[in-house]
């Protein structure tokens, strides 16, 4: 197990799911935490829940009992202003930024026909503008000492899926920019990587009206089902289960991957 002590890790979409697993990982691993979220309303075209401060006090608190230090930071990645401030002002406050995590997304199911332009707009604002938008934060604070930055993309961002358009073409983007801030950033040390998650159990894949959504579609158009298809038994993997990639991609044992994209798919990108 690498030792992250003395680290600090900052994470986007803390407050919850992925995001809070990457956070209680990295710190169990003795880093710091910038715990970062909107903590605020999702777009209207997004059906599960959205994330809430008291989500982010929980995250908080977990790694607090953990013994971490952990400066928790309520901002939109959309927002480049804001996320250059939050994470200027918590890095001033740690120390140092080593590591970073593009976590915060989201998913909008929709057939082709049916997403609407502001779906459209809102799934690449905020997985493909706000991943830049957290490396232009991150990446200015590493460039002496060098650091590690994941681009959480998906095993949509290496073979389509269907039904979701949108997030498919802003995970493919991810997949690029990862590759592409990997070679520019090397210059300084940094490694620049993306992990590629199946269906993860949180709220994005099993909130019931994705699930009515993504079978409603199934049953107009059957044919690309298959593509959902996990190769291993299992059609979900846990938080835990990206967490555990995440901590090998930032830690020393990884110290010569970037620009890989590394999967956790359970064999979905297979076929």
């Not at 929980?58 to 928790?72: D, H």
């Not at 269907?162 to 995970?171: E, L, N, R, T």
């Not at 190769?231 to 990206?242: A, Y």
């Amino acid at each position: 197990m690498s030792d992250l002590t003395g680290k600090v890790a900052l994470i986007t979409g803390a407050a919850r799911g992925q995001g809070r697993a990457h956070a209680v990982k990295l710190a169990s691993r003795g880093a710091s935490i910038i715990a970062l979220d909107l903590c605020g309303p999702l777009p209207e075209s997004v059906k599960y829940r959205s994330a809430t401060k008291q989500d982010l006090d929980v995250t908080v608190e977990l790694l607090e009992t953990a013994g971490a230090k952990v400066v928790p930071v309520v901002a939109d990645v959309r927002d480049h202003a804001a996320l250059l401030s939050g994470v200027g002002d918590a890095v001033d406050t740690l120390g140092r930024l080593d590591i970073a995590v593009a976590n915060a997304g989201i998913a909008v199911v929709s057939e082709w026909d049916q997403i609407t332009p502001r779906a459209f707009q809102d799934t690449i604002d905020i997985n493909l503008v706000g991943s830049w938008n957290t490396v232009m934060a991150a990446a200015p604070h590493m460039q002496a000492d060098g650091g590690s930055i994941i681009l959480v993309s998906s095993a949509a961002g290496l073979r389509v899926q269907p039904f979701m358009v949108d997030y498919v073409a802003s995970k493919y983007a991810v997949t690029g920019m990862t590759k592409a801030f990997a070679a520019e950033l090397a210059h300084y040390n940094i490694r620049v990587n993306s992990v590629h998650p199946t269906g993860v159990n949180t709220d994005m894949a099993t909130d019931p009206s994705v699930q009515e959504t993504i079978a409603a579609a199934i049953a107009r158009n059957p044919r690309p089902a298959s593509l959902f298809n996990n190769m291993l038994d299992v059609n979900l993997v846990e938080v835990d289960d990206i967490a555990n990639t995440v901590a090998y991609l930032v830690s020393d044992e990884a110290g010569f991957i970037t620009g890989h994209a590394m999967t956790v798919d359970a064999g979905i990108t297979l076929h």
